[in-house]
């Protein structure tokens, strides 16, 4: 029942942390275009509004010092509490915001500055919440347990994409675009508070609760990150590029994609993407599972490899017709790209020792998220440029995975050998410490 606990606490904050967060994906292509960056020539607007967008993954290396510092310091559950109200709180007030139309430039304005603190709050959120989960792991089920809290991505976007076909249904074009928007935004409040009460009733992780009685806490975490460890960090950043720019397209960019390039629907491409997610919600615990069998480093490099292979037909198959589309979207988001978001947390945490876990972790992914999280920018510009063509973007993800596959084949396998076991070590090294002293006191007695 206490891992259940704990790994309900952790995707369940995750969720609320990505329905956020890619609420606001959603809705830039869809209304901030319009509501809040208008201008004569659409193709400005979506470049405008997709920059505020990357300026939330811009954000998350600040927060992955921040709340990674806490963590490693303080506790991982306290970091956690804060990054879901920054989270949850920002959101809400996005739904409240007035539009361009009624305040001018003060509108765009605040609407980042909201952003800004979406993308702090979830730079501490996701390694919080993979540690939360690994960190209450036997060896046996690390991969598993590390894969939960990836279910909140999917699950997140479906609810987020869900919420606003809902609305769209029941709500007519003017009324969408006026108050309609506002709902799914607002309703992140209520599940704030659902989020905050599951995680306020766990305890702290075993392994950092033992780092902070022995007094083991590192007083600069990200110094000592630099110190001995930046070679990881730097690999984390390697290793997500690749898949984490074409996270970005399918996950965000392709509701704009398909529907301004294209010409599908918005209905057809919300229900491609969420088709998809349906299928990642069976793929990563899957592949979670496997990967404490056959190893992280195995799944990963398999991952990306079917990804450089499918890219080109992916590009080539979503413009030919609709179920091509959904069938290219579900295989390559759904179960390639799924396989190696599944094996991350657990992946990636597994390279750094406990007293710069947080930091170590965070820090890596999300300056590869600030750095993928500008694809939209890049891809506006080329779809203007070239139109949707499979070459030239196929051709662009295409570098960014080779990149990571070459650092997945250097990597360690860390199924076999991990910082985790460091840890297990030094609690077995403390116990027989302990059991031996009554022995060597009784040794010292005989002898006098």
Not at 368 to 392: E, H, K, L
Not at 409 to 417: E, H, L, M, Y
Request: glycine share 10%; net charge neutral; aromatic share 12%.
């Amino acid at each position: 029942m206490k891992k259940f606990k704990v790994l309900l606490a952790s995707l369940s904050g995750s969720i609320i942390e990505w329905y956020d967060f890619y609420l606001y994906g959603t809705a830039t292509g869809i209304v901030f275009t319009t509501l809040f960056f208008p201008n004569e020539n659409p193709a400005v607007s979506i470049l405008i509004a997709f920059a505020t967008f990357g300026a939330g993954y811009a954000a998350r290396p600040l927060g992955s010092i921040i709340f990674g510092h806490m963590g490693d310091r303080i506790g991982r559950k306290a970091s956690l509490m804060i990054t879901l109200i920054g989270m949850g709180g920002s959101s809400f007030l996005i739904g409240l915001l007035p539009t361009y139309a009624a305040v001018g430039i003060l509108a765009p304005a605040m609407l980042v500055i909201l952003r800004l603190i979406q993308g702090i709050s979830l730079g501490g959120e996701w390694g919080g919440a993979v540690l939360l989960a690994t960190e209450n792991a036997s060896k046996g089920v690390r991969g598993l347990f590390g894969s939960i809290p990836q279910l909140g991505v999917p699950i997140g976007l479906v609810l987020g994409t869900f919420s606003f076909t809902i609305i769209n249904s029941f709500t007519t074009e003017a009324q969408f675009m006026a108050w309609g928007w506002r709902i799914p935004f607002l309703f992140s409040g209520v599940l704030i508070v659902l989020a905050l009460w599951i995680r306020s009733s766990i305890e702290e992780t075993p392994e950092f609760q033992q780092r902070k009685e022995s007094g083991n806490i590192e007083k600069m975490p990200v110094l000592t990150l630099f110190r001995n460890n930046s070679k990881d960090m730097f690999r984390i950043i390697g290793l997500k590029l690749g898949d984490g720019f074409f996270n970005v397209f399918l996950m965000s960019f392709i509701l704009v994609y398909a529907t301004t390039y294209i010409g599908y629907s918005r209905d057809t491409a919300l229900l491609a993407l969420s088709l998809s997610c349906a299928m990642m919600l069976i793929t990563i615990p899957v592949v979670g599972y496997l990967s404490d069998f056959i190893g992280r480093k195995v799944i990963y490099i398999s991952g990306l490899i079917g990804m450089l292979v499918l890219t080109i037909p992916y590009f080539i198959g979503i413009s030919s017709s609709t179920s091509t589309f959904f069938i290219m979207q579900i295989v390559l988001l759904g179960v390639v790209w799924a396989a190696i978001f599944a094996t991350q947390g657990t992946f990636f945490s597994e390279l750094f020792p406990a007293n710069v876990r947080y930091t170590g972790l965070s820090l890596g992914y999300q300056i590869a998220a600030a750095i993928v999280g500008f694809g939209p920018m890049i891809w506006t510009t080329m779809a203007a440029n070239y139109g949707p063509s499979p070459w030239i973007f196929g051709g662009f993800m295409i570098v960014a995975l080779l990149v990571s596959l070459v650092l997945a084949i250097f990597s360690p396998d860390t199924r076999k050998v991990s910082h985790y076991d460091e840890t297990v070590h030094e609690e077995e090294e403390v116990v027989s410490r302990v059991s031996a002293e009554p022995l060597l006191t009784t040794a010292a007695e005989v002898r006098e």
